[in-house]
Nanobody
Framework: QVQLVESGGGLVQAGGSLRLSCAASGSIFSDNAMGWYRQAPGKQRELVAVVVSGGPTTYADSVKGRFTISRDNAKNTEYLQMNSLKPEDTGVYYC?????????WGQGTQVTVSS
């Protein structure tokens, strides 16, 4: 059983910053990908960023240059540094871990950006 616990969401003004964390525990294969998705009200969940255990990262075009994903493999923890936040970044952010075809999700953390 794999558990993902997110932290770091909250309310911030436009232009501000937040840092999300996601700690994974349980039986995790070392070859995996960790990512962040978000879901705004009335919209589908979308990929924000993903980082593979070997290091390569991928970002949604809407967050490139503003968000940075990173991970600490020793701690099975990933981070999402979000800078220059915009109101359209508002949503529930979900941590995701994909290993050996298994897809795991955190409970989500709310990020609200006020204008």
């Amino acid at each position: 059983q794999v558990q993902l616990v997110e932290s770091g969401g909250g309310l911030v003004q436009a232009g501000g910053s937040l840092r999300l964390s996601c700690a994974a525990s349980g039986s995790i294969f070392s070859d995996n990908a960790m990512g962040w998705y978000r879901q705004a009200p009335g919209k589908q969940r979308e990929l924000v960023a993903v980082v593979v255990s070997g290091g390569p990262t991928t970002y949604a075009d809407s967050v490139k240059g503003r968000f940075t994903i990173s991970r600490d493999n020793a701690k099975n923890t990933e981070y999402l540094q979000m800078n220059s936040l915009k109101p359209e970044d508002t949503g529930v952010y979900y941590c995701n871990l994909l290993d050996m075809g298994r897809n795991h999700w955190g409970q989500g953390t709310q990020v609200t950006v006020s204008s």
